[in-house]
């Protein structure tokens, strides 16, 4: 089973950057699927970007396409959320989940969120 770990949110000014972190504790990132979630207030949470097991493939929100960039560093065990060119509408606590199909059985794990407010 893992742990996940975010950090890295904060207030950001229209058009900054900043840089999300979920640290895998327990078991390599590399056994699951990655992915970032986030939730706005009074929105469903959605999906914004993933990464297959191994980082062979990405898949982002077109929302987010050319701003945000997911990686992973497997030396660290961390997952890394890039994002550029924040908008107020990338407000929202952003989630963290690593997915894992074993013998069949689906397992998710969430992290606890990181929060994000882009405002001027």
């Known amino acids: 089973q893992v742990r996940l770990v975010e950090s890295g949110g904060g207030l950001v000014q229209p058009g900054g950057s900043l840089r999300l972190s979920c640290a895998a504790i327990g078991s390599a990132f590399s056994n699951y699927a990655m992915s970032w979630y986030r939730q706005a207030p009074g929105k469903e949470r959605e999906l914004v970007a993933s990464i297959t097991s191994g980082s062979s493939s990405t898949n982002y929100a077109d929302s987010v396409k050319g701003r945000f960039t997911i990686s992973g560093d497997n030396a660290k065990n961390i997952v890394y959320l890039q994002m550029n060119s924040l908008k107020p509408d990338d407000t929202a606590v952003y989630y963290c989940?690593?997915?894992?199909?074993?013998?069949?059985?689906?397992?998710?794990?969430w992290g606890q969120g990181t929060q994000v407010i882009v405002s001027s």
């Open positions: 989940k690593a997915t894992r199909v074993r013998f069949g059985k689906r397992s998710d794990y």
